[in-house]
Antibody, heavy 118, light 111 residues
Framework: EVQLVESGGGLVQPGRSLRLSCAAS????????MHWVRQAPGKGLEWVSG????????GYADSVKGRFTISRDNAKNSLYLQMNSLRAEDMALYYC???????????WGQGTMVTVSS | QSALTQPASVSGSPGQSITISCTGT?????????VSWYQQHPGKAPKLMIY???KRPSGVSNRFSGSKSGNTASLTISGLQAEDEADYYC???????????FGGGTKLTVL
């Protein structure tokens, strides 16, 4: 079964850091680009960051550029998101998503919640 | 990185057809054939419904169809069913520096 399982979310104070992880299974992880997409409570989807299969191409939304770092470990079938200098507006459910060959997000995890509050 | 523009809500009766628009710019929707559509039920993860503007993944009902004209993409759902009631999001590639942009989402109500 193709599956993505996120972890690492939780309650964090403004200005602090958090590292999210996404464990992939059921497909050849290093064949595909991967992305992080977030959804603030009651709001829409927002693309956060993406990374190519070999980490050679990386992109970030303007809202997180310079604060978040995406990475992957193909040997461990895992995707990561290092989030520094967290702000209240970063509070959201963070989804890990697999990019299909056609560059759509075809597989999604169930998300991990990040709460930023003092 | 401005979000794509979608109507906040649409509604229709069972059996009817509805269309959700997604308006971008010449830098995203208008430049790439990489518009996708996602369905999201409350408390659930999004599900891919349309990719490359008009293609359906395996398992998605042929009641769902997509199209694009200029800077506007559209999702049409025919033969509305109660289970179609959900939020729908469009998404487009926007170039390597900006990467991807989503629409604000449209809430579909089946009356």
């Amino acid at each position: 079964e193709v599956q993505l399982v996120e972890s690492g979310g939780g309650l964090v104070q403004p200005g602090r850091s958090l590292r999210l992880s996404c464990a992939a299974s059921g497909f050849t992880f290093d064949d595909y680009a991967m992305h992080w997409v977030r959804q603030a409570p009651g709001k829409g989807l927002e693309w956060v960051s993406g990374i190519s299969w070999n980490s050679g191409s990386i992109g970030y939304a303007d809202s997180v550029k310079g604060r978040f770092t995406i990475s992957r470990d193909n040997a461990k079938n895992s995707l990561y998101l290092q989030m520094n200098s967290l702000r209240a507006e970063d509070m959201a459910l963070y989804y890990c998503a697999k990019a299909s060959i056609a560059n759509a997000f075809d597989i999604w995890g169930q998300g991990t919640m990040v709460t930023v509050s003092s | 990185q401005s979000a794509l523009t979608q109507p906040a809500s649409v509604s229709g009766s069972p059996g009817q057809s509805i269309t959700i628009s997604c308006t971008g710019t010449s830098s995203d929707v208008g430049s790439y054939n990489l518009v996708s559509w996602y369905q999201q039920h409350p408390g659930k993860a999004p599900k891919l419904m349309i990719y490359e503007g008009s293609k359906r993944p395996s398992g998605v009902s042929n009641r769902f169809s997509g199209s694009k004209s200029g800077n506007t993409a559209s999702l049409t759902i025919s033969g509305l069913q109660a289970e179609d009631e959900a939020d729908y999001y469009c998404c487009s590639y926007a170039g390597s520096s900006t990467s991807w942009v989503f629409g604000g989402g449209t809430k579909l109500t089946v009356l």
